[in-house]
């Protein structure tokens, strides 16, 4: 792609509010001419567009004879900066009030406000970054764990653009040998489509999309958590499981069944994994208004969870209500857990087994002591690790659209085998690759509306 004649903006590419330092950024043609007008640097008769690229230089930013900041000037010249533009970074240290005079002197000199993400999106348009590590840059910035951040370096790596690339071209080559088979003249001898060939070359692609899919369970966990439900009858220890997990007391606790009412969700990571856990209201028959509202609620969310951590209390008899609510839950994905090993044991877990489907063996746990949440943890962490088919994470999909765009093109190739089984002609076979081609293009913007391209960035940050 060739270099735009884009205008010049310029944002603040740090937080908003109080911080050590805060920076302008500028990008364009211009950035060099606005930093000229605006900084007087300390030794004097320097001036700081003649310095190198990737050098500071300190001064102040004046407006007139007035100083705003004592600022570093850091200058990158294109090509090699983020936006293969001119680029000027103000590291101010005033407060959120000085960075705001610089801004508003830098737009007075002719920079534009930035839109979000526009930084980025002229990596991208200036061909710097394809689409998929674009979108990369913004889950590095969202990323809530260790783990979700790995994923979006290997994205922004360029892994995930590489494979689509490696399969595109893959389908280009069927393309060419279909093309030259219409291009033949009705009156020569056609050659034969090699129908077995590509057959198997479309299975192969089809084969790695579906990988590729199915890791999008995990990826989605990686990037937003798993919404993992404590539930059980009251007072097995719900709460107090929570605060174990937590290690700290969030949620009451009292000797009283009924204690919880209310959905009580915080964030756990386990190595780098989110667990968004719920605590919820023990499941009863009661008559207070106020507690069949929080089993309501509590029900609700266990169909929601993506994993149940089913209590029972280790030192009661089993109850009806036990069995009830092991029955209401076997059907979704759960982990046993007997709570209170501490004390002594009268729950027949055997019997419980035998009159419902949940899954064993349990978890045998003291959320009083932390017996066994060590345990429990790794059977967590493995419930999520089993869902990616059990280990490549190298390219785990994260995003959504490429999602969509992965299941479109399935779809496309499912055609395309379809006409292969069929004998159809050239024509209409290329027609199909071509499309499924077209679909995968979508991901690192190899094919791209501007809809779509608006879409991506809007959800950036000012001054990425
Ligand atoms: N000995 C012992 N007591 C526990 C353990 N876990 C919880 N308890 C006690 O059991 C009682 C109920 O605990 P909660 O954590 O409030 O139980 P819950 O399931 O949240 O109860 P509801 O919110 O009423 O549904 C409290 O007195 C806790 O101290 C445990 O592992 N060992
Ligand atoms: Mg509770």
Redesign the pocket.
Known sequence: MTQTPFDTIAAVSTPAGEGGVGIVRISGDKALSIIQELFSPHKKGRSVTNRDSFTMSLGYIKDKEKIIDEVLVSIMRKPHTYTREDIVEINCHGGAVAVNEVLRLVLKEGARLADPGEFTKRAFLNGRIDLAQAEAVLDIVKAKTHRSLKTAIEMLKGELSEKINHLSSTLQEILILLEANIDFSEDEDIPHIEYNKIKNQLLKIKDELEQLISSFDTGKIYRDGLLTVIAGK??VG???I?NAFLRFDR???TPIPG??RDIITEQLNIDGVPFILA????ITETDSVVEIEGVKRSKSYMNLAGLLLLVFDGSEELDERDIDIAKGAQSIPHLTVVNKIDLSQKLDIDDLVKKTRISTPPVYLSAKNGTGLEELEMKMLEHVRSGSGGGDYSLILTNTRHYNILIKATGELEHALKAVQQRKGAELLAFDVRSAMDILGEITGRVSSKDILDDIFSNFCIGK
């Open positions: 009251p007072n719900k709460s107090s929570m949620a009451i606790v204690t919880t605590d919820t209201a023990g």
